[in-house]
Nanobody, 114 residues
Framework: QAQLVESGGGLVQAGGSLRLSCVAS???????MGWFRQAPGKEREFVAA????????MYADFVEDRFTISRVNARNTVYLQMNGLKPEDTAVYYC????????WGQGTQVTVSS
């Protein structure tokens, strides 16, 4: 059964850092994995993606070299290291295949205070 479990969110001040983790089970752990986020009142948007070998990574323009996506295949885990957080980064963060399937985890809340 495919399952995605995100963790690592929290409340931080602007300029702070968080490391998000996503453990994917079954068919949910695919060659191309990504992080997405959804802010209140907005549609879910792409944040970052990574290929199986970790060689190819992609980031949304708003990341501006502040985030780093990585993965450990032996642990079925994808990470998102977020530095230089801004209040506009406040959102629920999700992982999924890239492009995403219709099956989402519960996400992890990231709140950045100014």
């Amino acid at each position: 059964q495919a399952q995605l479990v995100e963790s690592g969110g929290g409340l931080v001040q602007a300029g702070g850092s968080l490391r998000l983790s996503c453990v994917a089970s079954g068919r949910a752990f695919t060659d191309y994995m990504g992080w997405f986020r959804q802010a209140p009142g907005k549609e879910r948007e792409f944040v970052a993606a990574i290929d199986w070998d970790g060689v190819i990574t992609m980031y949304a323009d708003f990341v501006e070299d502040r985030f780093t996506i990585s993965r450990v295949n032996a642990r079925n885990t994808v990470y998102l290291q977020m530095n230089g957080l801004k209040p506009e980064d406040t959102a629920v963060y999700y992982c999924n295949s890239n492009p995403p399937t219709n099956s989402w985890g519960q996400g992890t809340q990231v709140t950045v205070s100014s």
